[in-house]
Structures are given as structure tokens and as C-alpha cells.
């Protein structure tokens, strides 16, 4: 027991708290109108999201994506995410974002937010930040995170950001193919890697990796339960019963929807716990407030 109903390792924070959006303003919109969710519910504060996690005695991961380099658009700071984390302890962990392409400013700046932000891992969004994961040029950041027990959680296949916009804003689906992840949990078998998402039109390599690098995880955010293809729900329930997690991509999709469509899916009883807190709680090291690790 882990004493949380779930753990989302998938909040997406959008707003800083003096108001600046995670996105330029027409990629904003246009994911706002991708995924149905209008005004001030696309873009929550830290403290409004602690309050929707608490509330359902549930635990968050929240982050935001730095891909300045590629956008031109200056990103939240992960630092004042992870300080707005601390003042609620036991509801949201914070992952911090570092633009790869910043090469060794993104190391020290990553290694600050585990060392002094209490930042217990990396959100990397590939097609945003228009980089390829294998590409040498990142090895180094992933070597700071393998070495502070960092986990790195990256967004693959299709993605709602740019989507529908002319060119796709030019954002290129290729580089979130999770196959490239390969190379990286081979380089770094001691770093925890979480593939985010159902992985379309690419899921039998999502399932490939994970199956093949026990380093590896799946989230199973910013889908519908409804929707999961079936070869998912297969390896969920069987060989990676134990490396699959919960995740919603709050606020594009609550976590009651999620759960809801979850409740109706083909999943084992004893595999449910699991999927839903069991196997984040050990991957984060993570327990209830007055409760022990081994309990
Ligand atoms: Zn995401």
C-alpha cells in the first residue's frame, strides 16, 4: 500500500505564477482547441493543481517543457515550479525541463535543480525541442541525470502541440519515435527512463524497449483508457505489469476522466494497484506521509 487512490506521473504546469504561458500564445490556442479544454482550465497554477490532487488523495508529477531554443519562447522556470512544489509536500513532485540544445549551461542548470530544488527528474519533449534523443549533443545532460538517480521522463509519438496549425508549426513527429530511446537506455542502463504515452503510430516500439531495457517505463498519460491500443493493455497486464504508470497529461485530460475510462478497461485486479500508484511509488522512491517505503 502506498496510502495514495494514484500517482499521475503526467501534470503538465502552463502558467507561471506572474502569468507567463509554457507556450507561445498560437500553439496555446491551438492545443486548447485540440483537446476541448477552454479558458483558465487549460492553464492551472501550482496551487490550484496541489488543491485537485489533494482533494482526491492523490500524488502529482508536475513539470513544464524549456524549448526555447526551437520556439524562441522564454520557458517557466523549473526552479520556481519546484520551489512552488516544496509548500506541498506528499501531493506534487517536481520534475524540472532543460533545453538540451543549451549543452553544458542545461547540465549545471540540471544539476542545480536536482542538488538544490529537490527536482527528482527531467521532462523531455523531443518534437517540441526539436532534437533527436540519441543525438551525442545530449549525452552529457543524461550522464549528469544518470549520475543524481534522476529519472527522464520523454514525451513520444503524435503529439496535440502544433497539431492542426499550419505546417504543424513546424514541429516534426520523427524525433518522438521512442525506438531512438533504445540507444539512450542502452548507453545508460543506470538511467530510469519513462516513455510517455501511448506511442502512435509507433506503440509496438514503445512495447519493444521497455520489453527489451528493464530501465524502461510507460506512462500511460494523454490518452483515453477507451483508446489504448490492444497490444498495450496486453503487455500491461503481463510482462511489464510492473513498469507501467498512470498518467493523465492534466489539464489537457483530468485524472477523473482518466480513471473513469480506466475503471471499464480489460486490466487484471491485482495489475490495477500497481498501474495506478504501486509502480510510481517505487520508481519515486515515494510514500504517504507517515508511511514507510518497504509498508
Ligand atoms: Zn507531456
Same mark, same amino acid.
Given at each position: 500500500m502506498t496510502g495514495y487512490a494514484a500517482i499521475d506521473m503526467h501534470v503538465h504546469v502552463e502558467v507561471s505564477a506572474d502569468g507567463h504561458p509554457s507556450l507561445p500564445a498560437h500553439l496555446m490556442a491551438a492545443s486548447a482547441a485540440y483537446f476541448k479544454v477552454a479558458g483558465d482550465a487549460r492553464q492551472p497554477g501550482v496551487d490550484e493543481i496541489a488543491a485537485y490532487y489533494r482533494e482526491r488523495r492523490m500524488a502529482a508529477v508536475v513539470f513544464t517543457v524549456d524549448a526555447e531554443t526551437a520556439t524562441g519562447h522564454p520557458p517557466i522556470a523549473s526552479e520556481e515550479i519546484a520551489d512552488a512544489c516544496a509548500g506541498h509536500p506528499g501531493t506534487l513532485i517536481p520534475f524540472g525541463s532543460v533545453d538540451p540544445w543549451r549543452g553544458r549551461a542545461a547540465v549545471r542548470q540540471a544539476r542545480r535543480l536536482v542538488e538544490r530544488h529537490g527536482v527528482r527528474g527531467f521532462k523531455f519533449h523531443p518534437s517540441l525541442q526539436a =532534437?533527436? +534523443?540519441?543525438?551525442?549533443?545530449?549525452y552529457p545532460l543524461y550522464e549528469q541525470l544518470e549520475a543524481s538517480g534522476a529519472i527522464a521522463l520523454f514525451h513520444s509519438g503524435q503529439t496535440g502541440i502544433g497539431a492542426g496549425t499550419p505546417g504543424g508549426s513546424?514541429?516534426?513527429?520523427?524525433?518522438?519515435?521512442?525506438?531512438?530511446l533504445d540507444d539512450v537506455a542502452a548507453d545508460f542502463p543506470d538511467l530510469r527512463i519513462v516513455i510517455a504515452h501511448p506511442s502512435f503510430p509507433w506503440q509496438d516500439e514503445a512495447l519493444a524497449v521497455a520489453t527489451h531495457k528493464p530501465n524502461v517505463h510507460i506512462d500511460l498519460s494523454g490518452w483515453s483508457p477507451k483508446y489504448f491500443p490492444p497490444q498495450l493493455v496486453r503487455y500491461a497486464n503481463t510482462l511489464l505489469a510492473d513498469r507501467v504508470l498512470f498518467g493523465s497529461d =492534466?489539464? +489537457?485530460?483530468t485524472p477523473d476522466r482518466w480513471l473513469a475510462d480506466f475503471a471499464a478497461l480489460d486490466i487484471r485486479p491485482e495489475v490495477r494497484p500497481k498501474i495506478l500508484h504501486g509502480n510510481a511509488a517505487r520508481l519515486l522512491g515515494l510514500t504517504a506521509p507517515g508511511e514507510r517505503a518497504d509498508a
Amino acid at each position: 500500500m502506498t496510502g495514495y487512490a494514484a500517482i499521475d506521473m503526467h501534470v503538465h504546469v502552463e502558467v507561471s505564477a506572474d502569468g507567463h504561458p509554457s507556450l507561445p500564445a498560437h500553439l496555446m490556442a491551438a492545443s486548447a482547441a485540440y483537446f476541448k479544454v477552454a479558458g483558465d482550465a487549460r492553464q492551472p497554477g501550482v496551487d490550484e493543481i496541489a488543491a485537485y490532487y489533494r482533494e482526491r488523495r492523490m500524488a502529482a508529477v508536475v513539470f513544464t517543457v524549456d524549448a526555447e531554443t526551437a520556439t524562441g519562447h522564454p520557458p517557466i522556470a523549473s526552479e520556481e515550479i519546484a520551489d512552488a512544489c516544496a509548500g506541498h509536500p506528499g501531493t506534487l513532485i517536481p520534475f524540472g525541463s532543460v533545453d538540451p540544445w543549451r549543452g553544458r549551461a542545461a547540465v549545471r542548470q540540471a544539476r542545480r535543480l536536482v542538488e538544490r530544488h529537490g527536482v527528482r527528474g527531467f521532462k523531455f519533449h523531443p518534437s517540441l525541442q526539436a =532534437f533527436s +534523443v540519441n543525438d551525442r549533443m545530449a549525452y552529457p545532460l543524461y550522464e549528469q541525470l544518470e549520475a543524481s538517480g534522476a529519472i527522464a521522463l520523454f514525451h513520444s509519438g503524435q503529439t496535440g502541440i502544433g497539431a492542426g496549425t499550419p505546417g504543424g508549426s513546424g514541429i516534426r513527429l520523427r524525433y518522438a519515435n521512442p525506438l531512438d530511446l533504445d540507444d539512450v537506455a542502452a548507453d545508460f542502463p543506470d538511467l530510469r527512463i519513462v516513455i510517455a504515452h501511448p506511442s502512435f503510430p509507433w506503440q509496438d516500439e514503445a512495447l519493444a524497449v521497455a520489453t527489451h531495457k528493464p530501465n524502461v517505463h510507460i506512462d500511460l498519460s494523454g490518452w483515453s483508457p477507451k483508446y489504448f491500443p490492444p497490444q498495450l493493455v496486453r503487455y500491461a497486464n503481463t510482462l511489464l505489469a510492473d513498469r507501467v504508470l498512470f498518467g493523465s497529461d =492534466f489539464p +489537457v485530460l483530468t485524472p477523473d476522466r482518466w480513471l473513469a475510462d480506466f475503471a471499464a478497461l480489460d486490466i487484471r485486479p491485482e495489475v490495477r494497484p500497481k498501474i495506478l500508484h504501486g509502480n510510481a511509488a517505487r520508481l519515486l522512491g515515494l510514500t504517504a506521509p507517515g508511511e514507510r517505503a518497504d509498508a
